[in-house]
């Protein structure tokens, strides 16, 4: 009896401490980090911008060509592109007009070619004096074939065959287009049309199939809103947690290694003076980066929790969140469409203001450096790319943004109303990742339509495997059309 008496005056186990963290102090780590970013951004040299701008040029040239043959060459059509290409390219650096007096001549033909050289080749002297050696004897060699082009319209042989490669060095696939005019040689000009045509394909394919799945989408959408206002649309993700300050500092953490892990990772591969494999490595990097995972494990919260609360398993129902992955990127595309009307709108304000690109400078447009890797004919890169972008990517950016960090600020807002909750973190999540990725500012209302509707699968279902499989699907899909156009 007194034994059992004894048992029962035992003071209860004490509970383990809460961990609260330090949010404030890691949000003034979190901001310098993304500060730091975007001064990386910042100091992208001139040269290396021009490099994007013809790259992107030669994407956007091959389209025009392509499309004049997939109209018919028909007169109307042709006029109109050539309307088009003066309206979008038809700017930038001096390499860059040269290219564009290639599509003139395309499109338009030699004399428009001769007159648009002319013409830029003077205002350029008056604003920024001599242009380059080399891009002044490419100039030269430009004009004299379309001169002796506006007599012959059929003459290719022109100039001698070192002049000839000059052009090609200089230009690329532009030099190529230069020197195979209509009905000169019909092999020659098939050999360069051919990219042309396959890029316009490329763009049909993907474009109708992206139309077809954002009609999906927007019913899918407008089904969600609807059940969401008549109280039928349960959402799984449990706003209160006493260790979102935890999650804040495993944000922060997470920031540093990523940078730390990306900086280092380039200085190793310039060290070794390696040839491939950079990508891979800047993947595995980035994967290396989830390791800030272990951090609230040593600050006391059981793995099987932190799992819990960041979304690593499989839902309520694994199936479902399988098929689920598609469809929230099809809820995506109508949101992207949102974001591209603002980018159009930011990029005409930029320019009323006066804050757009110099005349003769680079066109500072929203890009990627995939575009470099894209015309590798390399196997072996096309599959770095597919594995950094559709893969790694996703994984450790949902895992980090959608899981740590939005649970965080979902807990650290829920004493607001639920709804306005979800809209602060959401928006905030959304901003952060949109704004650190390379393609600037102009972009940010692009990335952050595709963030939020990733954010508010998460949101609705807990689990990241929606929004990882929206992610990898959104990403191998821009990869692949990128190497079918290149």
């Known amino acids: 009896m007194s034994q059992a008496l004894n048992i029962q005056l035992e003071p209860p186990a004490a509970a383990p401490p809460v961990r609260r963290g330090r949010p404030l102090l890691a949000w003034l780590v979190i901001c310098a980090a993304v500060a730091f970013i975007l001064w990386r951004y910042s100091t992208v040299t001139a040269l290396e911008k021009q490099r994007y701008d013809l790259v992107t040029m030669r994407l956007q040239g091959r389209y025009l060509v392509g499309a004049e043959r997939f109209l018919g060459g028909k007169e109307s059509g042709r006029e109109q592109l050539y309307n088009e290409a003066k309206d979008t390219l038809n700017r930038g650096t001096y390499a860059q007009r040269l290219r564009f007096v290639v599509l003139a001549g395309e499109l338009k033909g030699p004399d428009e070619a001769r007159e648009q050289l002319h013409q830029f080749d003077r205002r350029y002297r008056e604003v920024c004096g001599e242009p380059s050696a080399e891009d002044a004897e490419t100039a030269r060699l430009l004009d004299h074939l379309y001169a002796v082009r506006a007599k012959d319209p059929k003459a290719a042989a022109s100039l001698p065959e070192d002049q000839k490669e000059e052009l090609r060095r200089q230009l690329g696939w532009f030099g190529d287009l230069a020197l195979a005019p209509r009905g000169a040689d019909d092999s020659a000009r098939q050999a360069v049309l051919a990219p042309a045509t396959r890029t316009v394909w490329s763009l049909l394919g993907v474009g109708g199939f992206m139309a077809c799945l954002g009609f999906v989408g927007l019913a899918l959408l ?22 979102h300050g935890v999650y804040a500092e495993t944000f922060a953490l997470y920031m540093l290694l990523f940078l730390g892990l990306s900086v280092g990772a380039h200085y190793l591969f310039d060290r070794l003076s390696l040839r491939e494999g950079s990508l891979a490595l800047s993947g595995l990097a980035a994967l290396g980066s989830l390791a800030a995972l272990g951090w609230p494990v040593l600050r006391g919260i059981p793995w099987r929790q932190v799992r819990r609360d960041i979304g690593w398993h499989a839902g309520r129902r694994p199936l479902l969140e399988l098929l689920l992955g598609p469809g929230c990127y099809a809820m995506a595309l109508p949101m992207l469409v949102l974001g591209i009307l603002l980018f159009v709108i930011l990029t005409k304000l930029r320019d009323l203001l006066g804050f757009g690109p110099e005349e003769f400078g680079p066109s500072n447009a929203p890009g990627h450096p995939i575009v470099f890797w894209a015309g590798r004919a390399s196997w072996w ?37 639920p709804a306005l909750s979800v809209f602060f973190s959401a928006i905030v999540v959304s901003f952060l990742f949109a704004v650190i990725h390379p393609q600037g500012f102009l972009a940010v209302p692009m990335l952050m339509a595709l963030a939020l509707a990733f954010t508010l699968m998460r949101e609705w279902r807990d689990t990241l495997v929606p929004p990882m499989i929206a992610h990898g699907i959104n990403n191998a899909v821009a990869t692949v059309l990128m190497f079918l156009m290149s």
């Open 222 to 243: 407008a089904t969600l809103s609807v059940l969401y206002f008549l109280n039928r649309l349960r959402g799984g993700l449990a706003a209160g947690s006493p260790h």
């Open 381 to 417: 890169v096309w599959l770095e790319v597919l594995f950094v972008a559709a893969v790694v990517a996703p994984v450790v950016e949902e895992t980090m943004f959608r899981g740590v960090l939005y649970r965080h600020l979902r807990s650290a807002s829920s004493g607001l109303r």
